[in-house]
């Protein structure tokens, strides 16, 4: 049972345009959210998170939102550039409890020049 | 800057032989993690472990043991190689409290004939 769902396993962006990229979870308890990026043949890089406690957090080119009452979140990358072209993982916790992330499946980005 | 290294990028071993995938991390990070990574299944954790000598099983642990025997190492022990294991092998550490974001090595991509 995905407790956290990464619904499209592929997007297609033009670079320069925004990127969007989503993810909803069903567990209520969790209230920190990280979403990650990993390159073929190496290990995931931390982009940014979120505390449930907060709807948006930014950082340079990329923004997340989190929806509590949808169990949604997103990712935004604005522009899009060729180098962001990776498999992007949402991530979730409930931090006061666990150690353990709970991770989505993942969305592969493609940005063509 | 954290760093996480793991012994090998590559490995080629034969199936029924005992494998040991080393990984360190420089960060004095309490957490270390085990996960592979297969197409279409996102990362799934094997073991991981909050302390010296203490772990946890994660979602997938049959087939692996682990062993923590000083604060910077955590290896993964395949008893005895079998073909389903071949697979990206992901080591990750983070510091205990809530942030809870994980630090990863560069892979170790284990092929089993």
């Known amino acids: 049972d995905q407790q956290v769902k990464q619904n499209s396993p592929s997007l297609s962006v033009q670079e320069g345009r925004i990127s969007i990229l989503n993810c909803d979870y069903t567990?209520?308890?969790?209230?920190?959210f990280l979403w990650y990026k990993k390159y073929p043949a190496e290990g995931p890089t931390f982009l940014i998170s979120i505390s449930s406690i907060k709807d948006k957090n930014e950082d340079g080119r990329f923004t997340v939102f989190l929806n509590k009452s949808a169990k949604h979140l997103s990712l935004h990358i604005v522009p899009s550039q060729p180098g962001d072209s990776a498999v992007y993982f949402c991530a979730a916790v409930n931090a006061g409890n666990n150690r353990k992330l709970i991770w989505g499946l993942g969305t592969s980005l493609a940005v063509n020049p | 800057d954290v760093k996480v290294t793991q012994s090998s990028r590559y490995l080629v071993k034969r199936t029924g032989e005992k494998v040991f995938l080393e990984c360190v991390q420089d960060m004095d990070h309490e957490n270390m993690f085990w996960y592979r990574q297969d197409p279409g299944l996102g990362l799934r954790l094997i073991y991981f472990s909050y302390d010296v000598k203490m772990k946890e099983k994660g979602d997938i642990p049959e087939g692996y043991s682990v062993s923590r025997e000083k604060k910077e190492r955590f290896s993964l022990i395949l008893e005895s190689a079998s073909t389903n294991q071949t697979s990206m092998y992901l080591c990750?550490?983070?510091?205990?409290?809530?942030?809870?974001?994980?630090?990863f090595g560069p892979g170790t991509r284990l092929l089993v004939l």
């Open positions: 567990n209520s308890m969790f209230d920190y």
């Open positions: 990750a550490s983070s510091l205990a409290g809530r942030s809870q974001t994980q630090y």
